[in-house]
């Protein structure tokens, strides 16, 4: 009896765990897509065209890294660049993306490449490779 109350003691916690991971999940993406969809009338500053892709925080995505080039969690808002071209640290306007902050490197993102974060895979494959129009704020 002991060894099956602990199991159902187990499935409770599990369950409860897998709602609250659901929660935050949605929640995160209604606000990627609040944050995608709320463009600024009038963003200024230095506009490039860049070839964007996708990652997420998974550390098997990021060679086992879950923090970024500057130390801060890997998290939507958090793109991926070429100091050369983007110092970390600069805010950015990305179209179709929303704000984000250049806090990342990565072996592949060289010279107008821009990798940018998402909440979870499906988001990710969903945004795939694009053009994009990425406006310097700072």
Same mark, same amino acid.
């Given at each position: 009896?002991?060894?099956? @109350?602990?199991? *159902? ?9 897998? =709602?609250?991971?659901?929660? =935050?999940?949605?929640?995160? @993406? ?9 463009? #600024?009338?009038? &963003?200024? /500053? ?8 996708? +990652?997420?925080?998974? #550390? @098997? ?21 070429? #100091?050369?071209?983007? #110092? !970390? /640290?600069? $805010?950015? +306007?990305? =179209?179709? +993306? /929303? +704000?984000?902050?250049?806090? *990342? ?7 107008? $490449?821009?990798? !940018?974060?998402?909440?979870? $895979? ?9 053009? &994009?129009? &990425?406006?310097?704020?700072?």
């Amino acid at each position: 009896k002991e060894s099956s @109350a602990a199991s *159902d003691v187990y499935k409770r916690q599990a369950q409860k765990l897998a =709602e609250k991971r659901k929660k =935050e999940q949605e929640e995160r @993406a209604k606000q990627e897509k609040q944050q995608a969809q709320s463009a #600024p009338q009038n &963003v200024s /500053g230095r506009t490039i065209t860049m070839r964007s892709t996708a +990652y997420t925080s998974d #550390p @098997a995505e990021n060679g086992g890294y879950s923090t970024t080039a500057m130390g801060t969690a890997i998290r939507y808002g958090v793109a991926a660049v070429d #100091p050369r071209v983007i #110092p !970390l /640290g600069t $805010r950015l +306007y990305i =179209e179709g +993306y /929303g +704000y984000a902050r250049a806090e *990342d490197t990565g072996g592949a993102i060289k010279g107008n $490449r821009i990798d !940018l974060v998402f909440g979870s $895979r499906s988001q990710s494959n969903n945004w795939g490779r694009r053009t &994009v129009r &990425v406006t310097i704020l700072n």
